[in-house]
T-cell receptor
Framework: AQRVTQPEKLLSVFKGAPVELKCNYSYSGSPELFWYVQYSRQRLQLLLR??SRESIKGFTADLNKGETSFHLKKPFAQEEDSAMYYCAPLGGANNLFFGTGTRLTVIP | EPEVTQTPSHQVTQMGQEVILRCVPI?????FYWYRQILGQKVEFLVSFYNNEISEKSEIFDDQFSVERPDGSNFTLKIRSTKLEDSAMYFCASSEGQGGDQPQHFGDGTRLSIL
């Protein structure tokens, strides 16, 4: 079964500082992973998918199969990045397994 | 940009009553999902639906739950006899296809409060 661990419930960084939100997963098979973000009073939105290796809003995430990690990184945090971030592997039935989430606060 | 819409935004129901949560998926999407999030807990998968039948369901999705696509646009979640522990945020999602290159798009959610 898919499992995902986001070890930090809360993370605070200063504006302009680098940020890394950790995600570790366990799975059977080839992993397909997503990062979803939920800004205050907004819906869950797709931020990144590992399959496209894209950079969105300055965020990147690299799948490390050796460490079974999919950490989300941004070199310079902005105030508007304050949100709840969820790592979510895709299960075999196309269902998302959400982590417990990390609430990121960027301090001005 | 097309969005998944959910109604109502907040539903308050007496324990034991039936409740129907409504969702309108994005129009060209073929796969539909319900998730829920109990306050302070993580988002949990309930059920997926494709081609007018359930594809997969979790342990949470017991006989009290049912889903339906009554017409070409709506996708509903019914809870037959609500319990206090059904109080949660319920999210509907849809996707065009399956797999890592077909992300799920979420609605704003319906907050269900059971009294």
């Amino acid at each position: 079964a898919q499992r995902v661990t986001q070890p930090e419930k809360l993370l605070s960084v200063f504006k302009g500082a680098p940020v890394e939100l950790k995600c570790n997963y366990s799975y059977s098979g080839s992993p397909e992973l997503f990062w979803y973000v939920q800004y205050s009073r907004q819906r869950l939105q797709l931020l990144l998918r590992h399959i496209s290796r894209e950079s969105i809003k300055g965020f990147t995430a690299d799948l490390n199969k050796g460490e079974t990690s999919f950490h989300l990184k941004k070199p310079f945090a902005q105030e508007e990045d304050s949100a709840m971030y969820y790592c979510a592997p895709l299960g075999g039935a196309n269902n998302l397994f959400f982590g417990t989430g990390t609430r990121l606060t960027v301090i001005p | 940009e097309p969005e998944v819409t959910q109604t109502p935004s907040h539903q308050v129901t007496q324990m034991g009553q039936e409740v129907i949560l409504r969702c309108v998926p994005i129009s060209n999407h073929l796969y539909f999902y319900w998730y829920r999030q109990i306050l302070g807990q993580k988002v949990e998968f309930l059920v997926s639906f494709y081609n007018n039948e359930i594809s997969e369901k979790s342990e949470i999705f017991d006989d009290q739950f049912s889903v339906e696509r009554p017409d070409g646009s709506n996708f509903t979640l019914k809870i037959r006899s609500t319990k206090l522990e059904d109080s949660a945020m319920y999210f509907c999602a849809s996707s065009e296809g399956q797999g890592g290159d077909q992300p799920q798009h979420f609605g704003d959610g319906t907050r269900l409060s059971i009294l």
